[in-house]
């Protein structure tokens, strides 16, 4: 996956799922 740098920035900010369901596209 190419969305390492972000999936790490996500889970430090510990809003993953949130993140991840307010993805655009």
Not at 7 to 15: I, L, N, Q, V, W
Request: aromatic residues 12%; glycine residues 8%.
């Amino acid at each position: 996956m190419s969305s390492e740098p972000l999936f790490a920035f996500y889970a430090s900010t510990g809003d993953t799922c949130r993140h991840c369901h307010a993805a655009p596209g």
